[in-house]
T-cell receptor, first 113, second 115 residues
Framework: DQQVKQNSPSLSVQEGRISILNCDYT??????FLWYKKYPAEGPTFLIS?????DKNEDGRFTVFLNKSAKHLSLHIVPSQPGDSAVYFC????????????FGDGTTLTVKP | GAVVSQHPSRVICKSGTSVKIECRSL??????MFWYRQFPKQSLMLMAT?????????EQGVEKDKFLINHASLTLSTLTVTSAHPEDSSFYIC???????????FGNGTRLTVT
C-alpha cells in the first residue's frame, strides 16, 4: 500500500504561469511534509516543508498548502521558470516512525520558455 | 548549508564482486543516515536506516547480508553491495538529517552497473 501518492507523473507549463503539483497521503500519523526537487543524476534537494499544525507555508515563489481533512498537499510555483524543470518528490514523516520519510513517485515538471 | 558527499558517483563492476559506497556529512554530524535505491521512473525506496555505533535497521524485503551498512562515525556511513548481480544495478542514494522533522540532505547518488 503506497502511503504517499503523486498521481500525475508529469506536468508541463508555460514560463511565467503557475505550476501546481499535487500529493495525497493515507497515513493520518504523518505530521511533517516536505517537497524535494531532483535533477537527473543528482540527489534530491530540499525545497519547502510544512508541519501538520499549519495549512500554508510560503517561501519566495514556492508555496505549500496542506489540507489535513482531505490528506492532500500541493506545491505551487509562481511564476514558473525553465530552471524549475525537474522531478519533484513529495515526502511525509511522522514522529512515531523515527522521522523516516516516505516518498511519492515524483512528478516531472517541464517549464517551457 | 548541510552537505552530504557520496562516492563514487558511478561504478561498474563484474558479477560476483563487491562494491562499497561511501556517504559523508561534511559540515554536520549525522547520528542517522538513510540509504535509498531508485529504479527508473520510480520513487526513492528506503533500504535501511544507519545509526552511528549500532546495527542498521533494514526495511522489509531488503537482504541485510547482501547490503552491508556500517556507520562507524558521526560523519560516515558505508553501503557495501556484496556479491553483486546484474539485478543489483540501480541508483543508490544516501541522506542524512540534522534532527527530527528536519529536511534530509542527500548525496548525489551512485549509479551502480553490474555486468
Amino acid at each position: 500500500d503506497q502511503q504517499v501518492k503523486q498521481n500525475s507523473p508529469s506536468l508541463s507549463v508555460q514560463e511565467g504561469r503557475i505550476s501546481i503539483l499535487n500529493c495525497d497521503y493515507t497515513n493520518s500519523m504523518f505530521d511533517y511534509f516536505l517537497w524535494y526537487k531532483k535533477y537527473p543524476a543528482e540527489g534530491p534537494t530540499f525545497l519547502i516543508s510544512i508541519s501538520s499544525i499549519k495549512d500554508k507555508n510560503e517561501d519566495g515563489r514556492f508555496t505549500v498548502f496542506l489540507n489535513k481533512s482531505a490528506k492532500h498537499l500541493s506545491l505551487h510555483i509562481v511564476p514558473s521558470q525553465p530552471g524549475d524543470s525537474a522531478v519533484y518528490f513529495c515526502a511525509a514523516s511522522s514522529a512515531t516512525n523515527a522521522g523516516k520519510s516516505t516518498f511519492g513517485d515524483g512528478t516531472t515538471l517541464t517549464v517551457k520558455p | 548549508g548541510a552537505v552530504v558527499s557520496q562516492h563514487p558517483s558511478r561504478v561498474i563492476c563484474k558479477s560476483g564482486t563487491s562494491v562499497k559506497i561511501e556517504c559523508r556529512s561534511l559540515d554536520f554530524q549525522a547520528t542517522t543516515m538513510f540509504w535509498y535505491r531508485q529504479f527508473p521512473k520510480q520513487s526513492l525506496m528506503l533500504m535501511a536506516t544507519s545509526n552511528e555505533g549500532s546495527k542498521a535497521t533494514y526495511e522489509q524485503g531488503v537482504e541485510k547480508d547482501k547490503f552491508l551498512i556500517n556507520h562507524a562515525s558521526l560523519t560516515l556511513s558505508t553501503l557495501t553491495v556484496t556479491s553483486a548481480h546484474p539485478e543489483d544495478s540501480s541508483f543508490y542514494i544516501c541522506s542524512a538529517g540534522t534532527g527530527f522533522n528536519s529536511p534530509l540532505h542527500f548525496g548525489n547518488g551512485t549509479r551502480l552497473t553490474v555486468t
